[in-house]
């Protein structure tokens, strides 16, 4: 029963670009996740790779540490998100001294990964939760 977060802060991607690739891997396994991001022509797909093979690495480790056996086989990404980050503001000189504004937007993304048993357990704890 593992649950792993990966997060990444700041990246120079725009949260809409990002939010196309992250919808590609909403609850897929992961290994067929990371075989989608490595062929995906977005350039989004970089990083979110890196960040679910990182939450993978994190769930290996966590497993270890609690005495458990995981199979890479079994983890998939129970969620995937991409919040906005710091909005960096640059400005482009244009005609008769006018100065017009960009805006260079970043990204906070985080993916959880998650193996079938810790989700029915998390479901299980709602349950109790709402029925009371």
Do not use: C, W
Request: charged share 30%.
């Amino acid at each position: 029963m593992v649950e792993s977060i990966a997060r990444v802060r700041h990246i120079r991607v725009t949260p809409q670009k990002a939010r196309r690739v992250v919808a590609l891997i909403k609850g897929k396994q992961a290994q067929e996740a990371l075989a989608i991001l490595k062929f995906a022509a977005q350039s989004a797909s970089e990083p979110i790779y890196k960040l679910v093979a990182s939450a993978m690495a994190n769930a290996q480790v966590k497993a270890d540490r609690d005495g458990e056996y995981l199979d890479e086989q079994d983890l998939y990404v129970a969620n995937a998100y991409v919040d906005e980050g710091a909005t960096l503001k640059r400005f482009r000189p244009r005609a008769q001294g006018r100065a017009f504004q960009i805006k260079k937007r970043t990204s906070h993304i985080t993916v959880v990964l998650s193996t079938p048993e810790a989700a029915k357990a998390v479901e299980g704890d709602s349950n109790k939760k709402a029925s009371k």
